[in-house]
């Protein structure tokens, strides 16, 4: 399969599933569906994906970067998170788009064929066993009361065990790079990248560290009304800039099998993907309650790459996903504006692609 892919959904004009009838109005390029298979980095698979799309949009060749690399990383810095807070802190599988962003900026990038993540002879990515083992390490770490110096040592251990050693050097495109030097090589500059979110326990037009248990590494997030954080993601796609997206896909209405993330006033309803259906309006205040009572959490993240409307007139968001090519679409999905304005935690967009009002504020 070419690296280079506009899906079969992007490819035609007019798409139908069921009842559903889709007509596709921005269609943005990216690489090929992926698996994140028997593991919880979504949020690796999501972010690597933009940041392919970037590298596409600024005119590079098509490059498949490793997923892995930013994962290794990233549990590396949730061991020595997890030792200074003296097991006081979540070690888990799961993480954020700018713990990706993180990785770019300390450490670099590679590409796909120079670290996979896998042992010689292993097919799927599996990190259950893994994560598991580098906890339980933790942990006994953590209960001597003195950690020593070595400890750190022994997690790269682990991790060389599970994913593979880290090259030094590897080639692309006949140059040799370390992982620093690619990076610089593709241009990809984190401090460009905003992340935006929209809760009413912050002011909007301020920065702040978002509550959910993976950011683990106290991001910030700039929050917004509700309506600028939508025109912010409609004014991105518009102008050729994909956007990152991370949500909550618990609800009924979403289900990667049917290609379809609805958010039905009614739930009860026999089939919900038979055909449109008259769904919850979202508003501010309701955002809020579902967040605040742990209806909507950042259980997944997922790659935004065009708008497209039903046969009602409903506009509904094109996202590939990383579940491998399931689904009536291939592995992407529609997700209705509905869906959207409730149940989105945060975006990443870059900054250039943002509405002229956000960024003024951003600059007071």
């Not at 549990?75 to 998170?81: G, I, M, Q, S």
């Not at 300390?106 to 990515?125: C, Q, R």
């Not at 917004?224 to 050729?240: C, F, I, R, S, T």
């Not at 979403?254 to 026999?270: D, H, M, T, W, Y």
């Amino acid at each position: 399969m070419k690296f280079l892919q506009i899906a079969v959904l992007l490819l035609l004009p007019f798409f139908a599933f069921g009842q559903y009838q889709f007509k596709d109005e921005i269609k943005l390029d990216c690489s090929n569906i992926k698996n994140q298979q028997m593991t919880g980095t979504c949020w690796s698979f999501s972010t690597t994906s933009f940041l392919e799309s970037e590298l596409l949009r600024t005119g590079k060749k098509p490059v498949n970067l490793s997923e892995m690399y930013s994962v290794r990383k990233t549990y590396e810095d949730k061991a020595r998170n997890y030792v200074l807070r003296q097991g006081k802190a979540n070690f888990s599988e799961g993480s954020l788009a700018h713990d990706v962003m993180n990785t770019v900026k300390f450490h670099g990038m590679m590409t796909e064929e120079a670290y996979p993540g896998l042992l010689p002879g292993d097919k799927a990515l599996n990190h259950g066993e893994l994560v598991s083992t580098l906890k339980a390490y933790l942990d006994a770490v953590v209960k001597t009361g003195r950690p020593g110096p070595h400890w750190q040592e022994a997690v790269s251990g682990i991790l060389d065990a599970y994913m593979g050693e880290v090259p030094e050097t590897f080639t692309y495109q006949g140059k040799t790079y370390d992982a620093r030097s690619f990076a610089a090589a593709m241009n990809i500059k984190p401090k460009e990248y905003v992340h935006l979110t929209s809760f009413t326990h912050h002011p909007f037009n301020e920065h702040f560290i978002l509550e959910i248990p993976d950011n683990y590494s106290n991001g910030m997030f700039y929050n917004v009304p509700l309506d600028e954080m939508m025109q912010a993601v409609d004014n991105a796609l518009a102008g050729g800039y994909s956007v990152e997206w991370d949500g909550d896909v618990s609800e009924k209405g979403f289900s990667q099998s049917k290609g379809i993330a609805v958010l039905p006033e009614n739930s009860r309803e026999k089939d919900l993907f038979s055909g449109p259906v008259k769904e919850v309006l979202p508003t501010q205040e309701l955002r809020q309650m579902l967040f605040e009572n742990y209806k909507t959490t950042d259980d997944h993240l997922m790659h935004v790459m065009g708008k497209a409307k039903d046969q009602n007139g409903t506009n509904y968001y094109i996202i590939k996903n990383s579940w491998g090519e399931m689904g009536p679409y291939s592995g992407y999905l529609y997700m209705s504006e509905a869906f959207f304005r409730m149940k989105t935690v945060s975006v990443t967009i870059h900054e250039d692609a943002l509405p002229k009002t956000i960024v003024n504020a951003l600059e007071e």
